[in-house]
């Protein structure tokens, strides 16, 4: 099952890219990393702290700076992105030239939202629903630039799409 590939998870806030990442590094027995907790030990400020307190341009520069670093620096196989990581072009250019497979977690607004609000993870740039839908608009057509997509359904369990992505991305 596994050949050896190196995989980002991305989509939309509250889709799972987290739970699914845990599964996936159980079941395939590798490595994973979490972008947003690898940037929340490294600079020891939670994200919010950092988005509240110095904008989301200043947390780019530190989540692309966290990017590099856990592509060359750790030898974790399965990472979890955060939401907005792979809209930006650099941090693409990045995972595309260190040969990493792109999974795009694709699920309604609404599934993501349910998730959000239910969630004791601030997410300071979907402090409405409002502006979390406009948010989520306007990055389904980067997400879709990721190598392959996984349709998440409010009835699917985490572990039923990371075993999906273990069969399908790894064989
Ligand atoms: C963000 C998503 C968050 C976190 C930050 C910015 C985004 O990660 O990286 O708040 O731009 O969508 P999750 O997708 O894990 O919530």
């Excluded at 989509?11 to 490595?31: E, N, P, Q, T, Y």
């Excluded at 520069?61 to 990581?85: D, F, K, M, Q």
């Excluded at 630039?145 to 273990?166: G, K, N």
Aim: hydrophobic share 40%.
């Amino acid at each position: 099952m596994d050949n050896g590939r190196r995989i980002a998870l991305t989509g939309f806030m509250g889709v799972g890219k987290s739970s699914v990442a845990r599964h996936l590094s159980s079941i395939l027995r590798c490595d994973r990393l979490d972008l947003d907790a690898f940037i929340e030990k490294n600079t020891k400020r939670t994200i919010a702290e950092i988005i509240n307190g110095d904008g989301e341009s200043a947390y780019r520069v530190i989540e692309t700076e966290n990017l590099v670093r856990a592509l060359r620096g750790t030898p974790a196989r399965i990472l979890s992105l955060g939401g907005g990581t792979w809209t930006i072009r650099a941090n693409r250019e990045l995972l595309v030239a260190d040969g990493v497979t792109t999974v795009w977690l694709e699920s309604s607004f609404e599934h993501c939202w349910t998730n959000i609000s239910k969630s004791r993870k601030e997410r300071p740039l979907a402090k409405n629903k409002d502006a979390a839908r406009e948010l989520f608009e306007s990055r389904q057509s980067i997400y879709c630039l990721a190598d392959w997509h996984f349709i998440v359904r409010p009835e699917f369990t985490s572990y039923e799409i990371a075993t999906q992505i273990a069969e399908q991305v790894f064989s």
